[in-house]
């Protein structure tokens, strides 16, 4: 499985992003996607995640009402709108696919198989 992030880069406070995660390389059903970030010095953190049958989506308090997990099952694409970003949002963003994962671990990197490369958003004050 390959999963290619894009579309970080610097952005002025109260800005907006569009995040894109390509994956390919294994038939994809009965799975979750989700983007989690790291700033420097801090652990990787939850971001947002949604499950390709149903399309439910789940958000980290920090960014719900601000940032937007969507896919596109044609492509197998999954993207992350960001708005209203703040310079605390800035962090090396990773996308993530997990297989059979279940709601209570849905906001953990142990529950994902697969990790993208990462892209880096930088929101300048």
């Known amino acids: 499985v390959q999963l290619q992030a894009c579309g970080g880069g610097l952005v002025q406070a109260g800005g907006s992003l569009r995040l894109s995660c390509v994956a390919s390389?294994?038939?994809?059903?009965?799975?979750?996607m989700g983007w989690f970030r790291q700033a420097p010095g801090k652990e990787r953190e939850f971001v947002a995640a949604?499950?390709?049958?149903?399309?439910?989506?789940y958000y980290a308090d920090s960014v719900k009402g601000r940032f937007t997990i969507s896919r596109d099952n044609a492509k197998t694409t999954l993207y992350l709108q960001m708005n209203s970003l703040k310079p605390e949002d800035t962090a090396v963003y990773y996308c993530?696919?997990?297989?059979?994962?279940?709601?209570?671990?849905?906001?953990?990197?142990?529950?994902?198989?697969?990790w993208g490369q990462g892209t880096l958003v930088t929101v300048s004050s």
């Open positions: 993530a696919v997990g297989w059979g994962v279940i709601l209570s671990t849905i906001a953990t990197t142990k529950a994902y198989d697969y």
């Open positions: 390389g294994r038939t994809f059903s009965n799975y979750a």
């Open positions: 949604i499950r390709w049958s149903g399309g439910s989506t």
